[in-house]
């Protein structure tokens, strides 16, 4: 997937006109720490405000971003330089989530992630939770549809302090790396927390996908195909672990 950043490195200056107003400290570390990320590649938030701070000579702790000022950054510094291609790979990524989640309509897809945040990155990838028991249902679905996937889990958090490993599927669908999380029905009523910021994660239904298409953003999904229906299916390498 092509860089979706700003084109031209900026460095610690405020890129702010003659006369304007002096911006406070927090928000250049956040501005700083947003482009770091994204010439980076990387999502480490809080090596990249150390870095944006000490760049800028700040010396207080009390000066530094939470995650989601930075995350409101990086969306405001796209926004600015869309040369990068930012528009474009937000669409891309909003047509394979509206195609995909067409498919998995009968486990109840959320989007989550980048996408949910109005993000895209060089590392962003499509995260959909899906909802079913046993989570082989989700396995034998794609594999009856010719969808080739990885087979592995990842360990999410809950406010409680809990730690689930959760099964997961790592595919590419439409040129866009997807990790596909098989959570139980009751995964449908507690999000897990998010790295960001530590809160429940949010979670949107593929119908977010048309208000975007209504305001502008991307084109509306459509309707959900049939199975059997002679759909062609994109496959990747098939690494799924025989168990």
Not at 119 to 132: D, G, K, M, P, Q
Not at 141 to 164: A, C, D, I, P, Q
């Given at each position: 997937?092509?860089?979706?950043?700003?084109?031209?490195?900026?460095?610690?200056?405020?890129?702010?006109?003659?006369?304007?107003?002096?911006i406070p400290?927090?928000?250049?570390?956040?501005?700083?720490?947003?482009?770091?990320?994204?010439?980076?590649?990387?999502?480490?938030?809080?090596?990249?405000?150390?870095?944006?701070?000490?760049?800028?000579?700040?010396?207080?702790?009390?000066?530094?971003?939470?995650?989601?000022?930075?995350?409101?950054?990086?969306?405001?510094?796209?926004?600015a330089s869309?040369?990068?291609?930012?528009?474009?790979?937000?669409?891309?990524?909003?047509?394979?989530?509206?195609?995909?989640?067409?498919?998995?309509?009968?486990?109840?897809?959320?989007?989550?992630?980048?996408?949910?945040?109005?993000?895209?990155?060089?590392?962003?990838?499509?995260?959909?939770?899906?909802?079913?028991?046993?989570?082989?249902?989700?396995?034998?679905f794609l594999?009856?549809?010719?969808?080739?996937?990885?087979?592995?889990?990842?360990?999410?958090?809950?406010?409680?302090?809990?730690?689930?490993?959760?099964?997961?599927?790592?595919?590419?669908?439409?040129?866009?790396?997807?990790?596909?999380?098989?959570?139980?029905?009751?995964?449908?009523?507690?999000?897990?927390?998010?790295?960001?910021?530590?809160?429940?994660?949010?979670?949107?239904?593929?119908?977010?996908?048309?208000?975007?298409?209504?305001?502008?953003?991307?084109?509306?999904?459509?309707?959900?195909?049939?199975?059997?229906?002679?759909?062609?299916?994109?496959?990747?390498?098939?690494?799924?672990?025989?168990?």
């Amino acid at each position: 997937m092509k860089h979706f950043g700003p084109g031209t490195r900026t460095g610690g200056a405020p890129a702010d006109g003659p006369g304007a107003s002096p911006i406070p400290l927090r928000a250049r570390i956040a501005r700083e720490a947003a482009l770091i990320l994204l010439h980076s590649g990387r999502n480490d938030f809080r090596a990249a405000k150390r870095k944006a701070a000490v760049r800028l000579g700040a010396t207080h702790s009390g000066s530094l971003p939470s995650n989601r000022e930075i995350e409101a950054a990086i969306r405001e510094a796209q926004r600015a330089s869309d040369g990068g291609g930012y528009s474009e790979g937000l669409a891309t990524m909003r047509g394979a989530a509206r195609t995909l989640c067409n498919l998995l309509a009968p486990f109840h897809p959320k989007l989550t992630g980048d996408l949910v945040a109005g993000i895209c990155r060089e590392t962003s990838t499509l995260s959909i939770h899906v909802f079913a028991e046993p989570a082989e249902e989700v396995l034998e679905f794609l594999e009856r549809n010719r969808v080739r996937y990885r087979s592995t889990e990842r360990t999410v958090r809950y406010r409680s302090g809990k730690n689930e490993r959760v099964p997961t599927c790592e595919l590419t669908w439409e040129g866009m790396p997807v990790e596909l999380l098989v959570f139980s029905f009751a995964g449908q009523r507690q999000a897990p927390v998010s790295r960001i910021d530590g809160r429940p994660m949010k979670r949107l239904g593929p119908h977010a996908l048309v208000s975007d298409a209504r305001s502008g953003a991307g084109p509306g999904p459509e309707p959900h195909p049939a199975e059997g229906s002679g759909v062609s299916l994109p496959c990747v390498p098939n690494d799924r672990r025989q168990g």
